[in-house]
């Protein structure tokens, strides 16, 4: 008769070999490095410079909200809308750490934009990143290059000869 033994020293390896596997994913699991809500903000933002679609869009309003008193900075917000296949969108962003980037006291409120969104999921969107940003300073969706003024003013200023 040819059975099952827990004594025997193949199935005792297999057994321990199995324990062990189980208990490095369980140390793993509980001992593993998560993300923060800014870190994951972050990889979200830099997802979407790489991948997004840009949309024309509007900016509506800023907003900071006071400190908590927490000790923590007060909450800074864009808020934009843009249309995408007739649906549009209102949306706003924290740029609250983005704060080396963006001064939301020189945003220029009812101005154009440019918007990176998500194609599966047009309401996943933003108007400013580390590495992009939607704002203009300029109504002009086509900035125009500082020595292209020039040209144009000396071309429309009248030349006296004495």
Known sequence: MNGFSLRDPEVICAITAAG???GGVIVWAVTRKRPTEEEL??????QLVKTGRIMDGTILDTSELE???SGKSGLRLILY???IAGVTYECSQDVTHLKDYVN??????SFPCSVRYEPRCPSNSIVVAETWSGLRDTANSVPIHPTHLAVRKA???PQLHG
């Open 81 to 83: 809308k843009y249309e």
């Open 20 to 22: 062990l596997c189980v």
């Open 155 to 157: 071309r429309a200023t």
């Open 41 to 46: 903000e972050r990889m979200r933002r830099e």
């Open 67 to 69: 400190d908590d008193g």
């Open 104 to 109: 939301i006291h020189e945003t220029r409120l």
